[in-house]
């Protein structure tokens, strides 16, 4: 999306911090707790801040205020014309918040999650102060933004829903990296555990609360009560609930399911390119069927893999209109068992739902078309601030 910038004359500063896997290109000594360096032509300020989803909520809080005081510092001393922050979490907004109030910058602010209406509906966070607070910093986020994107339909409902005019809102959804993931010079490679001849279906991403991975257990019982050995249910990734869930399908006995350990996205695109379908799981949460944007449904699709989608909304929606995966409802361990069975005995059928897969990837969802629009939206702030 900087590029996207890049492209049309523009300089960029990206602030961040550090995440297990995620590479900023930098590679000098910190100094007083961030670096910085040109990156593909992007300037790059990162903090010595490193996250991880398996830390507790107290010590992601006190990285996020970190993050946030230090984005603050930042935008109050450098020069630009146009302050963007994105979600989550939704202390990224402070340092837009400042900017907009106090040097008077257009600010654009991303909302990838509606918060705190994920956590409360989660039962993550129950505190009324704290929620109060979220609501507050939600609020004033919105209100300070001289534009907004959000990344799913429900998310720009939500957003209008606080008192903000649909003329300042836009949908900008994640995209997909075809580049990346439907690149002719990725190199299948499958775990340990998972034969050429089975049928693999991968789940690519955080292992929490928000995942709802039993979901994915129940549904690997399932099929080893019917026989189905031959369905490999493959998890990739890292989280809180990880150990909890390798613990419960060791002591289920679940020999058709595989953990495995996070890997960067080039190897994740050779993963897919072996891999049969994807399943995009979540929590049966209501907040979520239309309030997300999930990152790693993109990414299925840019691979030309076929989705199985557990949950209600705009995602088991793009997955029915455009015949590209199954749709099942929540908590059904049967059925998501019969959609697995289907597809990995329906191989023609499935090679179908793939193309048009990979076909609403390239139409809807590439990301070197929806920067362009990202990046005139942002670029316009400047003029309607």
Known sequence: MAKALLAEGHTVTMVCGSYQLGQTGLDTEFHKGRREGIVDGIRVIEFDLSYSNNADLLTRTKLFLKFAFGGVGIAMSRKYDVVFATTTPLTAGLPGIAARWLRRKPFVFEVR??????????????????????????????????????????????????????????MIPNGC??????????????????????FMAIFTGTHGQANGLDAVLDAAAELQRRGR?????????????????????????????????????????????????????????????????????FDYIAAGLPVLNNYPGWVANLVMENECGYAVDPENSSAFADALIEAADNREALTMKARNAAALARSDFDRSKLSRSWADWIVGAKSSA
């Open 229 to 297: 050995g031959d369905v490999r249910l493959v998890l990739v990734g890292d989280g809180k609930l990880k150990p909890v869930l390798q613990k419960r399908a060791q002591d289920d006995g679940l020999e058709n399911v595989i953990f495995h350990d996070p890997v960067d996205k080039s190897r994740l695109a050779g993963l897919m390119a072996s891999a049969d379908l994807g399943m995009q799981i979540l929590a049966n949460v209501p907040a979520f069927y239309y309030g997300t944007s999930p990152n790693k449904f």
């Open 177 to 198: 990296d075809i580049g990346i993931f439907a690149s002719g010079n990725r190199e299948p490679w499958r775990p340990d555990g998972v034969d050429p001849s089975d």
């Open 113 to 170: 999650d509606l918060w705190p209406e994920l956590p409360r509906a989660m039962g993550v966070i129950t505190n009324p102060i704290v929620l109060g607070a979220m609501s507050l910093v939600e609020w004033a986020s919105y209100k300070s933004a001289t534009r907004l994107v959000g990344l799913s339909p429900g998310i720009c409902r939500g957003i209008a829903e606080r008192g903000i005019p649909d003329d300042r809102i836009k």
